[in-house]
């Protein structure tokens, strides 16, 4: 079966969608789970992301995973082989209800913000505006950088990163998956992680220096 058919079917995950996701991120890891053997046969697929925090990233899940990376369940998990994947009490499906329509909601206004990107043009002019800062930490890969909420305003630091995420091409820094965008104004960007919760920094090269990719 596909992986929508199994997870609809098997009795340790009744279609729950976050229990799902723990499978997924069970698998980046190379952890058996319910679903193993269904989303390894899709192993190419997941492989584009990187790892799961990309995977998360590019579907917009954050607010079902926490900053260490786990899922925030729905209903109290105890493993696949000691929870029941439905509700067994009104409580528990009051509780379950309150749970994923806040996950719906807060997703949706994550697809609202993802809406705001820049096209290439727009993405220079943005990034003329700002004071660029040279990493003198690090002479062996030339960059520059901006800081949220210091030489960059919340909203376009924003609109910048969502860019990177939506048009950015996957690289590889020291093994690191990386997206970068190439704009056209003879440097390439890049952010420091997929989750938009922790970004502080946004780094820019020249194209002629290559140390920055993979």
């Known amino acids: ?10 009795p340790k995950i009744r279609d729950r969608f976050d229990l799902t996701l723990e499978c997924i991120r069970l698998w980046y890891i190379g952890r058996e789970s319910p679903l193993f053997e269904h989303l390894d046969r899709y192993g190419g697929f997941f492989r584009l992301f990187g790892n799961f925090q990309g995977y998360v990233s590019f579907f917009l899940l954050e607010d079902l995973v926490s900053a260490d990376g786990s899922i925030l369940f729905w209903l109290p998990f105890d493993g696949f082989d000691q929870t029941n994947p439905l509700p067994a009490t009104i409580t528990e499906y009051r509780e379950y209800m309150k749970n994923i329509t806040a996950f719906a909601m807060a997703r949706n206004v994550r697809i609202a913000e993802t809406d705001k990107t820049l096209n290439n043009a727009e993405f220079v002019a943005t990034a003329e505006k700002f004071m660029w800062t040279f990493a003198k930490t690090m002479p062996q890969c030339p960059h520059e950088y901006i ?8 909203d376009t630091y924003l609109a910048m990163f969502r860019t ?3 048009r ?3 690289g590889t820094w020291n093994n690191t ?7 056209g104004d003879g440097y390439y960007y890049w952010k420091m ?6 970004s502080i920094v946004i780094n820019r090269a020249k194209e002629t220096e290559t140390s920055g990719l993979g």
Do not use: C, F, S
């Not at 079966?1 to 098997?10: C, L």
């Not at 800081?147 to 919340?154: Q, S, W």
């Open 1 to 10: 079966p596909t992986i929508n058919g199994i997870r609809g079917m098997h």
């Open 147 to 154: 800081v949220r909420g210091k030489t960059a305003d919340e």
């Open 164 to 166: 990177i995420e939506a």
């Open 168 to 170: 950015g091409e996957w």
């Open 177 to 183: 998956p990386r997206q970068y965008l190439h704009p």
């Open 193 to 198: 992680t997929n989750d938009i919760r922790e």
